[in-house]
Each structure stands twice: as C-alpha cells, then as structure tokens.
C-alpha cells in the first residue's frame, strides 16, 4: 500500500510539472501577437524592460532548474529563454527600441552570455550555489510579474488598462499557481514565494482590466 501510495505521490508530481511546463511554454508566446504588431507599426518605440525582464528570468531558472538537477524547471525555462530572446532580437531589427535602449539591451545579453558561458564551462563552480541563483530567481520573477504595473499611475488616471494584457495576465495567473503547487510537492519555498506572489499580482492585473477595459479613453479635466 505504501508503495502504491508513493507510486500515486509521484505521478502526480510529475503530472503538475508537466503541466506547469505547458503553461509556462504558453505564457512566454502570450506576447506574441502584441510583438508581431509592434514590429509592423512604423515610427513606433517600446519599452524593453518588459522583454529583458522575461529573458533574464528565464535564464535564471533554467540554471537553477540545472543546479537542483530538475528537468522540468529547466527545460521549460530553456524553451522560455529562446522565445523571448527572439522578442528582443526581432524588436531590435524592427527599430523600435530607441538607441540608448539598445545599448542597454546589448550589454545586458553580452553579460548574461558571458555568465552561461562561465557556467558551461565551470569558472563558476563554488562562486554560484543554489541558494544564491535561487533568490536572484525571487527578484527576477517578481520583477517580471511587476513589469506591466510600471504604467500602474496612468492606468488609474486614464481608467483604462490598455497597457495590460489580458492573455500574458491569464497565462501568468495559471502558470503561477501550476508552479506554486509543484513547489509545495517537491518543499521548495523558492519555487512557492515568487509563484505565490505571481499569482497575486495577476490577479491584480486582471482585476484592473476587468474594471477598466483595455480601450483607449480620452481623459478630460477641468478647466
């Protein structure tokens, strides 16, 4: 009985991963559509934040999933990674990142290659340990989930949240919660805080589009 207990246990670990990872792979195509648009518009200028938040995180993970020896993290924050690098790089190409932008962007690809590279090749061995990758994955996801509300002010003052997507909100909201729970199943507080946190502010972003709706609206005041 024990063993089936177990056998049970582990299934369903292995299914909440599968999961997670299907939903993490969604979450990082959710801004496809609204690149593809960008890069279409001429004369039109993005923030990159959002999209250097994204790779960043993804790049964490997937060393953090490779130091705790766990494929599923790893894997689908590999797969993440390459997606959002295509973001940025097609951005890039499109020009809608202004000149100080791209050097910011340049360098901070230039410093994430030069980290993986030293990984792959051990220089780092000892330096980087789990726990410190562990709380720098905290700050990045929270980072990345925080990203959108950086309009958060206009969004009260204009009543609309266009700046928000409501795709990229869902998707964060699923995956976050799918992570939060493979984390209690493997006792993982690293991979439980950031996705708990995740969750919430999701919520809020929903929340915020539910309220205010994603049209344009023209603010009036007072003369």
Sequence with gaps: LDKMTFQNQTDLVSLVASLGTILGIILSFSPMKEVLKFGQQPNSYVEPINYLSMHINYIVWSLYGSLIEDNSIKFQNIICALVSLFYIVFLEYRG???????????????????????LAEGNLQGVITESSV?????????????????????????????????????????????????????????????NLIGCAIAGVQIFLIHKYGTEKKIVKFDV
Excluded: R
């Design 96 to 118: 809608v990142f202004q000149i100080h932008q791209s050097k910011v962007v340049y360098v901070t690809m230039a410093c994430l290659s030069f980290v993986i590279w030293a």
């Design 134 to 194: 562990g709380l720098l994955g905290v700050v990045t996801t929270l980072f990345m989930c925080v990203a959108p509300l950086s309009n958060l002010n206009n969004i009260l003052i204009s009543k609309s949240a266009e700046s928000l997507s409501y795709p990229f909100s869902t998707a964060c909201l699923a995956s976050s919660l799918t992570w939060s729970i493979y984390g209690m199943c493997i006792s993982d507080n690293v991979v439980i805080i950031p």
